[in-house]
């Protein structure tokens, strides 16, 4: 092996580590019930070197950003069940007798639904 390539796969060890380092680091920034205190966090953040916590930094932010698309995805399906449904009830209370309209009732869930989904594409795709 010719010393170009042995340091090449040195680096790309040293990156799957340091991914690896950054990302525990970021879980155990964000969810409490890992079990890490501030004070072990704030530690291992002064241990990082410049590039690895340049790193974390970026891994915050695309964890905050698809968890902001997440709430609104919830917000929009919270939203579209209870318009829905308000509309639903109307058009059910205001049909000519006889007629069936049940359907209507499907549509709101369905959109709320939808709304999850589509959000949740949405933020599996930021980077």
Do not use: H
């Not at 390539?5 to 690896?20: C, G, L, M, N, P």
């Not at 589509?118 to 933020?123: D, E, K, M, N, P």
């Amino acid at each position: 092996m010719s010393n170009k390539s042995k340091s090449s796969a040195a680096k790309a060890a040293q990156r799957e580590t340091d991914v690896a380092l950054v990302g525990n680091l970021a879980k155990d920034a964000l969810d409490p019930k890992r079990g890490a205190s501030r004070e072990q966090i704030e530690e291992q953040l002064a241990e990082l070197n410049p590039e690895q916590a340049a790193m974390f930094v970026r891994v915050l932010e695309i964890t905050l950003k698809r968890r902001r698309i997440q709430l609104l995805g919830y917000i929009c399906a919270l939203l579209s069940v209870v318009v829905g449904m308000f509309v639903a009830i109307y058009l059910w209370g205001t049909r000519t007798p006889g007629t069936f309209i049940g359907w209507v009732f499907i549509i709101p869930p369905a959109a709320a639904g939808l709304c999850i989904w589509l959000f949740g594409r949405w933020s599996n795709r930021v980077r």
